[in-house]
């Protein structure tokens, strides 16, 4: 008999002081990811949230390695099921990616081929990880039963279409499709609401969140959407300056977030701030170039001490599955939530 909490706690993905810089003219270096850790478990949604600019799209294109010169990844691990990707040698590499880790990027009409139908769209990570010949009513049968299960009307007459024929809300559906069409351990979704209506949007976030009850995926949801974070993740990461400053369960991220620069971004959210406590974060997002010394966010934080300004915290366990890079963390005030 299958022990269901053992299932449940399968490793899929860690990621081990990953990092990976830009150069610039005049070895100039951008540390765009400077040490990012985490774990991933079977089944979990890991939500990433922080501000633009700050490295999210790139930590999903690191796991995947398609960072391309001026970019580079500098060093670090990261473990899928057990194996160091980075040691697998390059064809091992291009089998599992679109097999067994995929992505769902932003911007899903721009990434599908004006020229190409969706029956075309769909079936080419199926084709390209399969060896047998294909004949093309099985792969017709398998698009259109593909673009079923993501709800689209008539997936028929859709696998017909091309892009400029759908919405933008189609046109994600599709690209989820097609993401999941060789039914991957890892699903990599990148602003997948962006751009879309409200209406679409919840939409999406429905099926990702049927997605991955029904098919126990494992999801990496990267976003700066409160709201979406909230409905589909079981943890929350926080980036700042590089580096991963918070990680915990959703509810504590909602309800009692330890970082100074977490509790900055709910009480700077209308949604979340209490009555009367909406307030920016003062200053401005560090340059990548030239980190502060020591707590990167120090220039920002009013609950800095001089410590904070000379040595750098790291990820530390606050409580239960609450991880926290702060000096202070003990003495910064709960978060006043306003639900
Ligand atoms: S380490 Fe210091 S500067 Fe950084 S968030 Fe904590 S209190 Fe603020």
Redo the contacts with the bound molecule.
């Keep these: 008999m299958v022990n269901e909490s053992k299932v449940e706690k399968e490793l899929i993905l860690e990621v081990k002081d990953l990092r990976t810089y830009f150069y610039g003219s005049d070895d100039v270096v951008w540390k765009i990811l400077d040490g990012i850790n985490f774990k991933l478990h079977r089944g979990e949604t890991l939500g990433i949230m922080g501000p633009s600019g700050v490295g999210k799209s790139v930590l999903a294109h690191s796991i995947l390695k398609l960072i391309k010169w001026p970019g580079k990844i500098e060093g670090g691990e990261i473990f899928f099921k057990g194996k160091n990707l980075f040691n697998l040698e390059e064809e091992d590499f291009d089998d599992l990616r679109g097999r067994e880790i995929c992505l769902v990027m932003q911007n899903s009409s721009n990434s599908l081929d004006p020229l190409r139908d969706m029956t075309y769209a769909t079936s080419q990570p199926y084709k390209v990880h399969t060896e047998d010949e294909h004949e093309n009513i099985e792969i017709k049968t398998l698009v259109i039963s593909q673009l079923g299960k993501v709800s689209l009307p008539e997936p028929s007459q859709t696998s017909d279409k091309f892009t400029h024929q759908m919405s933008g809300g189609e046109n994600q559906r599709v690209k989820i499709a097609t993401a999941l069409i060789n039914n991957p351990t890892l699903l990599i979704a990148d602003e997948p609401v962006s751009n879309l209506d409200a209406t679409v949007a919840g939409m999406i976030i429905e099926l990702l969140y049927e997605m991955k009850v029904k098919f126990k995926l494992t999801m990496i949801l990267i976003t700066h959407n409160l709201g979406v974070i909230a409905q589909l993740s079981d943890k929350v990461a926080m980036m700042y300056a590089g580096k991963i400053i918070e990680i915990s369960d959703v509810e504590t991220f909602y309800q009692n977030p330890k ?3 977490t509790q900055g971004l709910l009480y700077a959210s209308p949604s979340m701030a209490p009555r009367g406590k909406l307030k920016p974060i003062p200053g401005e997002e560090p340059d990548p170039r030239k980190y502060p010394t020591g ?1 990167h ?2 220039p920002r ?1 009013k ?3 001089v410590k ?1 300004s000379i040595d750098e ?1 790291s990820l530390e366990e606050y409580d239960k599955n609450h991880f926290v890079a ?3 963390t003990k003495d ?1 005030p709960k978060f006043e939530a306003d639900f």
């Design positions: 970082h100074p620069f707590c966010f120090h934080c609950y800095a001490i904070c915290p702060c000096w202070r910064i």
